[in-house]
């Protein structure tokens, strides 16, 4: 039953992320020419270069907000990555071992649990 629901929510997960792979290639390039600019503006000397970079750095940073549907598929690409580590994991279950012993006082927990049953 767990893997058949990790199954399910990767399929949904992979299609948000199919779904949004040109946002998330949009919001890719906008970072990146972001960076291109803040570096431009950094070595620019002259007043006038500093203000044109910084208005080339406001637009490509409005590019950059209205990808906001690009986050959900960054999210879906971790969905995705987190049911990738857990496909395999052991499913953890209680093992109780019992051990012969001659303590009257374990021996009166397992017989009491044994009576609880």
Request: charged share 15%; glycine share 4%.
């Amino acid at each position: 039953m767990k893997k058949f629901m990790l199954f399910i929510l990767g399929l949904v997960a992979l299609f948000i992320l199919l779904a949004n792979i040109g946002p998330m290639a949009l919001l890719a390039l906008s970072v990146w020419l972001l960076y291109v600019v803040f570096k431009k503006f950094v070595k620019s000397d002259s007043t006038v270069s500093k203000i044109g970079w910084a208005v080339v750095g406001l637009i490509v940073l409005s590019i950059t907000f209205s990808n906001l549907f690009a986050v959900i598929g960054v999210a879906a690409a971790y969905v995705l990555y987190l049911i990738y580590k857990n496909w395999n994991k052991e499913e953890s279950s209680v093992v109780s071992v019992v051990e012969e012993d001659d303590d009257p006082f374990t021996n009166f927990e397992r017989q009491w649990a044994e009576l609880n049953r």
